[in-house]
């Protein structure tokens, strides 16, 4: 039968633990990454970045980690708080002689539990 | 507030209406686009501007017309359009660089979205 809706992999944590998000990306020549977060009735809200001459890249309790031999990103959430429950999306950049265009993952969505 | 604003935030219509998105930004930016999110597939880019030129439309059917009169101001008209076409539409807006000029990381910034049901 058709599918109702994208099935998106969920994440649920405990409030205080650590969360990690995972995001496999197709295009080995990708130079740019970005997190995004989208919290129900917003737009995609920029988390943090980084570019392909890193590995590791930390920001106010999140850190992203970017493993470009197996075209893996992840990003940690450290003391997971209620208010960050919401869809991550991972989107590596597609670059044109502008710049770059994103090409965004399906989104995990994370749950906190109290 | 990301500064990029987008009006209206709900829109209902019937396929044979005739309705436009719109999006402003107060970034300074020079690019502009415009993504469809629906429950089915990932979040998909549909039109680029840079500097008030389209530079990419990506196989977006012609019920949707995007139009770009300056580098603050993004403009989606739709015309009869389909129940699939039901979805939160997205605007964004970015630095871009210049054709040619070294390539630049420049994140989107994303505005709230019109969720847009097609009856």
């Known amino acids: 039968g058709e599918s109702v809706g994208l099935h998106l992999p969920t994440l649920s944590v405990q409030e205080g633990d650590n969360s990690i998000i995972n995001c496999a990306y197709s295009n080995s020549a990708s130079d740019y990454f970005i997190w995004y977060k989208q919290e129900s009735g917003k737009g995609p809200q920029f988390i943090i970045d980084?570019?392909?001459?890193?590995d590791k890249r930390q920001g106010q309790r999140v850190t992203v980690l970017l493993n470009k031999t197996v075209k893996h990103l992840s990003l940690q959430i450290a003391a997971t708080q209620p208010g960050d429950s919401a869809v991550y999306f991972c989107a590596e950049a597609v670059r044109d002689n502008y710049g770059q265009n994103f090409v965004f993952g399906p989104g995990t969505r994370l749950s906190v539990l109290p | 507030e990301t500064g990029v604003t987008q009006t209206p935030r709900h829109l209902v219509m019937g396929m044979t209406n005739k309705k436009s998105l719109k999006c402003e930004q107060h970034?300074?930016?020079?690019?502009m686009y415009w993504y469809k999110q629906s429950a089915k597939k990932p979040l998909e880019l549909m039109f680029v501007y840079n500097f008030k030129e389209q530079t990419e439309n990506n196989s977006v059917p012609s019920r949707f017309s995007p139009e770009c009169p300056n580098s603050s101001h993004l403009f989606l008209h739709l015309h009869t359009l389909q129940p699939e076409d039901s979805a939160l539409y997205l605007c964004?807006?970015?630095?871009?660089?210049?054709?040619?000029?070294?390539?630049?990381?420049?994140?989107?910034?994303f505005g709230p979205g019109t969720r847009l049901t097609v009856l």
């Open positions: 964004a807006s970015s630095h871009r660089g210049l054709a040619g000029v070294p390539p630049s990381y420049n994140e989107q910034f």
């Open positions: 970034l300074g930016h020079n690019a």
């Open positions: 980084i570019r392909s001459n890193m």
